[in-house]
């Protein structure tokens, strides 16, 4: 059996592996594919695309955008979208902008705080144009301000807590369209982390393709319950580890597993959605 992994971080957001180490990984964990998905952001899909290529491994391109549909936030993945397209790029240049931004107003919120923080660490740190909450955790402890990364999310990041300040955010139709258009198969990210299942009819009618069954997060009781669903709203199914780079001194890439023949489906879909775009489609 060949398997899979369809949700990978790199450094162009808050993972910390480069392209040619999730190539690598990848390479030796024997993965039939590979899709990275960023958190707004493509940028590194061109080079994992290449070490992909040279380590023998299918690459998908892909990213994960955030949206938010009645108060609750949505990841939507979005797979085979093209790199280059134009509107693609543009709206993720501004949800780019709007994370910097937040970068600014959290570290203002820590410095009223006491907690003597600079905006310019945590971009140093992050070192990327998609700076998020993880990489203000990774900058307080590495002030020596917290003691761990999840002890900044518990004192200050998470939501409600005193640092935390909300991101604007397109809604899940909006996010699903934006896919589309860039020629993409929209899917809704760890829905068992999100508990959204009362969203999901809605997000079908808005075209809505498929959902991560498959999350390291995911109990298997709730792998059965989201496969459940995919096949009752005709979804397609995926899964990934969402590796972010070395968890525990071991990085979670590969050991959710996935097989192959979900790419086969994800790919047949990424044709229909851009036949169903092209202007002589239907002739
Ligand atoms: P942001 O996009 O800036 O709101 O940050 C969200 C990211 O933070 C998620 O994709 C996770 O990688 C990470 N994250 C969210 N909650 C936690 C938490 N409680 N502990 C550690 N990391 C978290
Ligand atoms: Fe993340
Ligand atoms: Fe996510
Ligand atoms: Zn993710």
Known sequence: MRFVDLHLHSHFSDGTYRPEELAAQAQRLELAAIS????DSVEGCAATGRACEAAGVEFIPGTELTAEQDGDELHLLGYFVDTENPTLLTQIAKFQAVRQNRIREMVARLNGLRVPLSADAVFALANCRAPGRPHVARALV??????????????FLKKNRPA???KFKMGGPEAIALIHQAGGVAVLAHPGLNRTD????????????????????????????YLELAERFHLLATGGSDCHGLNRGKPLMGTVKVPYEHVERLRARAAEIRSAALPHAAA
């Open 36 to 39: 990275l998905t960023d958190h």
């Open 198 to 225: 009362a969203l999901i009819p809605g997000l079908v009618g808005a075209g809505l393709d498929g959902i991560e069954c498959y999350h390291t997060k995911h109990t298997p009781g709730t792998v059965t319950h």
């Open 164 to 166: 935390w300040v909300p």
């Open 142 to 155: 590495a002030a020596g301000l917290c003691g761990t990364q999840d002890e900044a999310f518990e004192r």
